[in-house]
């Protein structure tokens, strides 16, 4: 399976983002995938800043601008239905996700950050119980793993359960060097965790790192595109253009005709002989990496700032009580300091101040008592 970031590179334009749809599908793609913003699932107002070729702008308010109303997703929905491509989508809080589920996607995608998104991971398992309650099948989920440990991966699977759920291997970072892909992840996760497995890649080349991802067992490639990489959308620097994307949908084909042709083990080393004579035996190995799952350099930095924690929303007073609306699950990102994991939110919900604390700052737990 092959699946189309398209993300927020629509800039909110419904005619841009049919367009996306379009060349997704003439790239190969049997899935396109959106994001469904909303700034404040995401971020604090004074998360800090962000540089693009416009100049200097906070990043909360460019997540601002990047919100569109149920009635576009639920457009874009029918528009890949009609195209018979299926409609991916990831929500960033519960708001987002329950409106994501009352347009019947084909499939929820959780993002690296969202991994430890604790309230939103069991939200979504209530919903896909249900579904089985009622006779249905559980929506398929598929769920990236950069800036992750492996025991980040459990804890969100304990929640989701391993029934129509897919892990792909990633690194967050943009783009991703693939020297640090560390590939045969793709395998091992398979081995350790007993789902699919695949890859979402933010590395440059549109070949190397996802031809190498199916030699190791992957089933699904995620890449982001976008209609040009000189258009300022926030993941355009790393995605690929319509042509490149049907060169990795090509080279993808081969790879599966590949290990049709010779079986598994055989189609996986013809597969990495064929990398090897186009990018060179020493740099394949490199990207195949140990297959141990460890943070890679380029997201080290990344890992407590990126993925969620538990943060304050309003100015509060030593010996304040803490109610749920003071409390955000947010990504930390440029300015702020992180704070405790969001599977202590229940815990905080009620607890009283040892000292006064600013909006913004991370909840730790010498904050309550």
């Known amino acids: 399976m092959i699946i189309a970031e398209i993300g927020t590179s629509h800039q909110g334009s419904i005619e841009k983002a049919k367009q996306l749809v379009d060349a997704s599908i003439e790239g190969g793609a049997d899935a396109v995938k959106f994001q469904w913003v909303y700034a404040d699932e995401i971020l604090h107002p004074e998360t800090g800043f962000v540089n693009l070729p416009t100049g200097k702008i906070s990043l909360y308010q460019r997540f601002k601008e990047l919100e569109c109303p149920l009635e576009f997703y639920s457009e874009l929905r029918n528009y890949a239905a009609s195209k018979n491509v299926k409609f991916v989508c990831s929500p960033f809080g519960l708001k987002s996700l329950n409106e994501l589920l009352s347009i019947n996607p084909d499939a929820v995608k959780i993002a690296s950050p969202e991994l430890n998104h604790f309230p939103m991971l069991k939200a979504l398992s209530e919903f896909r119980k249900s579904q089985k309650k009622s006779g249905g099948k559980a929506i398929p989920v598929i769920i990236s793993s950069g800036v992750s440990l492996l025991g980040d991966i459990e804890k969100a699977l304990s929640i989701l359960g391993k029934e129509n759920v897919t892990l792909l291997h990633c690194i967050t970072s943009y783009p991703a060097p693939e020297e640090e892909y560390n590939v045969r992840l793709v395998r091992n996760l398979k081995n350790i965790f007993g789902i699919e497995t695949g890859l979402s890649d933010h590395s440059l080349d549109p070949v190397l790192v996802p031809c190498l991802a199916a030699a190791m067992g992957g089933t699904v490639t995620e890449k982001h595109i976008t209609l040009s990489k000189k258009t300022d959308g926030l993941d355009d620097p790393v995605a690929v253009e ?128």
């Open 242 to 369: 319509p042509e490149q994307f049907y060169m990795m949908s090509h080279a993808l084909n081969q790879c599966a005709a590949a290990l049709r042709h010779y079986g598994e083990e055989k189609g996986a080393q013809e597969i990495i002989r064929q990398m090897s004579e186009q990018f060179g035996s020493e740099r394949v190995q490199k990207v195949l990496g140990t297959g141990i799952k460890e943070l890679a350099p380029s997201e080290k930095n990344n890992y407590g700032r990126t993925n969620r924690s538990l943060h304050f929303m309003n100015d509060l007073k030593k010996g304040a009580r803490i109610e749920e609306s003071d409390i955000g699950i947010l990504r930390t990102e440029k300015i702020l300091t992180p704070g405790i994991s969001p599977e202590f939110y229940e815990e905080i919900k009620g607890a009283f101040l040892t000292r006064d604390v600013k909006s913004g700052q991370g909840i730790t737990w010498q904050d309550i008592i």
